[in-house]
T-cell receptor, first 111, second 111 residues
């Protein structure tokens, strides 16, 4: 039984560029949440996808957008990258939203 | 929205002693309180959780207590071992299972 997977592991981008991060949920899970974790801080909620729709959103600008596919996998897109977007991006999967299990994360560096 | 505060930020204990981490939350509607352990460079790992209809839950050397009236919950680790050294995060849910995290506690177990 595969756990939550994310790709890529690491990514380096330049300011102003766009990035797409991917997440495959744990088998049997239908909900994907995305979090941003800055160094030395707790994860901050970006948004959650359920039934291919954004169910809830945190305090992140519209530059952050996402998508969920029929197989429950999900993408996080960030446009017009800023230096402050450098962080570990984590996705967490769950069944209906409860008991969230995290993937290994994507380390994004914006230069 | 939910605001979670966590104390202490760092905790050093002698191997075999107990460790206690405390969290408070602001939203009285929160009803799910997970704890995560994050080792350096790894994903947050769900170690235990508690729901609002339960006051205490134990799993081997770890236990969590919840006081809904006071809006605080705590993690207790007994008989600490070197492998317990990590950053621990508490969290509380919002509507639709959005999780708000505390700032984390760095636990160091001295041999």
């Amino acid at each position: 039984d595969a756990g939550v997977t994310q790709s890529p592991t690491h990514l380096i981008k330049t300011r102003g560029q766009q990035v797409t991060l991917r997440c495959s949920p744990k088998s049997g899970h239908d909900t994907v949440s995305w979090y941003q974790q800055a160094l030395g801080q707790g994860p901050q909620f970006i948004f959650q996808y359920y039934e291919e729709e954004e169910r809830q959103r945190g305090n992140f600008p519209d530059r952050f957008s996402g998508h969920q596919f029929p197989n429950y996998s999900s993408e996080l897109n960030v446009n017009a990258l800023l230096l402050g977007d450098s962080a570990l991006y984590l996705c967490a999967s769950s069944l209906t939203g409860d008991e969230q299990y995290f993937g290994p994360g994507t380390r994004l560096t914006v230069t | 929205g939910e605001n979670v505060e966590q104390h202490p930020s760092t905790l050093s204990v002698q191997e075999g002693d107990s460790a206690v981490i405390k969290c408070t939350y602001s939203d009285s509607a929160s009803n799910y309180f997970p704890w995560y352990k994050q080792e350096l460079g790894k994903r947050p790992q769900l170690i235990i959780d508690i729901r609002s209809n339960v006051g205490e839950k134990k799993d081997q050397r770890i236990a969590v207590t919840l006081n809904k009236t006071a809006k605080h919950f705590s993690l207790h680790i007994t008989e600490t071992q070197p492998e317990d050294s990590a950053v621990y995060f508490c969290a509380a849910n919002d509507i639709d299972y959005k999780l708000s995290f505390g700032a984390g506690t760095t636990v160091t177990v001295r041999a």
